[in-house]
Every structure is written in C-alpha cells, then in structure tokens.
C-alpha cells in the first residue's frame, strides 16, 4: 500500500520495514502479535525507546500509527492501540549551513583536478548547490534530465512527485564538461546507462554513499571541517542563500519540493541567526561591550 498507493520512496519503506520489525521483536519477547497488540503494549514499546533521539521516537511512533491505521482500514482490527499515545516533542535544530565563502572555496578545490574524477565531481557539486535537489534525487538523476536545455532539470521526487528544479549557468557549464568524458564510468561492458552518473556500483549509479564519500574527501582537500559538508547540506545552502538574498518562501519551498511550507520556514530562523551573528561581529556597539 505505502508503495503502491503512496509512491514511498525505496528509502522510505526501507525505514518503515525497520521500525515495523523492531516493535515486532518486542511483541515476541511476550505473547502477542501485531494483530493482538494492546494500548499498553504501544505504550510500553514508546517508553522502552526513551533513550533515542525524539525524532526516531516520533517516526518509529508514526510507522506504528500508519500500519494500525492500514489495520484497522483492511478489517484485521477493530481499533488503534497507538491512539492515545503522545508524540515525544521535537525541537527542530537550525540545519547546517556552509557560507557562500565556503562553497567558492569548494567549487575551486574540485575544479583543480582536470581528470575525469574532477569533472564529475565539479559536476555533482554544482547540481547540488545550483537546484537544492537530495542526494537520493541526484543520485538517480536519468541522462535525459541533464540533456534539457531550458536550464532546468525534470526531478521525480519523495512521493514520486516531479518539479522542476534551476540550473544556473555554472552548473550547466559542469554538465557539459562531465557528459564528454562520461562514458569513463560505465558500467564494464555496458554500451549506456540511463543514469546520469553511472557507476559500476550494483545499482548502476553513484549511490548515497559514494556521494557523501566524495564530498568528505572534497572537505579535506579544501581545508573544511568534513563534518559541515554532505549532500543536505548543500541543500540547505542552496534555501538558505535564496532567503537570504530576498528570495520569497513559496518559491523556495517549490523548488525544494516540500510539501508543506513550515519545512521551509526554517530558512527564515537560519537567515535570521546569521544576520544576528553579522551585527554582533561588526556592529561598533557590539564590539564596544566585548572590549568592556
């Protein structure tokens, strides 16, 4: 049904998979199953998870509601011991954000290898920063998506849902200096792919992994904290400079295919925070009371 009906990404049934087997595994430890489960054994599973962070808690939670409520629709039963459980409270954490600094210094560092390597890699950091897109989107990007010349690309994203997503005259620049020397990362005896960054991976393309692998590595070379630089990251850069420079939150939110606009209201308490940072740092008055 998640599949089918709801156009759930492979991640997402993967983690909804996780959450499932692991409050069934508690079931076994006593002498219920999913279909027996009461309120009290909901309850006691929620508490035994005390010591995770509150959003696993909230999302293991919410796999649990969504399955009682396929239950319950299907006929298996005849109600939802979740129902009166309360979602453990999430603050949101401000995302990280790399300074515009930071991404000039990034993009030089990966265009000093004139390689194959390089390019691709100049290539996946200006599609990122240039179209906010996920890593799970980027990764899977068709061949077709890159060959638009109207300087944008078609994403199917969460949900299955299809925006589109800018590309900036660097970016468009990367993406036709890494389709001359694609072929160098097909898949041995493969004539083409249909990805856009193929690899010899099982899956065909560049996968998560190696993706955040690259960028690790691209950190290193360029003197930043790897722990700044990861493909969300990018992506909060990319939100987070538009707002900054006056971009309006409809639009931001469009591009980066949230479905609600209070995800992307976050960009307005980070642009906020660095503009209070700057007035602290620059401001005479904020100097004067250090140097006090």
Known sequence: MM??????????LAAYRRDLLDFGAALARGPRDFRAATAADSKSYVASLSGLAASTQARRLSSLRQFFAFLYSEGLRRDDPTGTIEAPRRERPLPKVLSRADIDLLISTAGEKKNADGLRLTCVLEILYASGLRVSELAMLPLSAARNRDGFLLVRGKGRKERLAPLNAPARKAITAYLKIRDEFLPKGAAESRYLFPSRSREGHLTRRRLHQ?????AVKANIDPEKLSPHVLRHAFATHLVEGGADLRSVQTMLGHADIATTQIYTHVANERLREVVHSAHPLAKAKRRA
């Open 214 to 218: 690259m960028l690790k590595e691209l």
């Open 3 to 12: 599949s089918a009906e709801r156009g759930a990404s492979a991640n997402t």
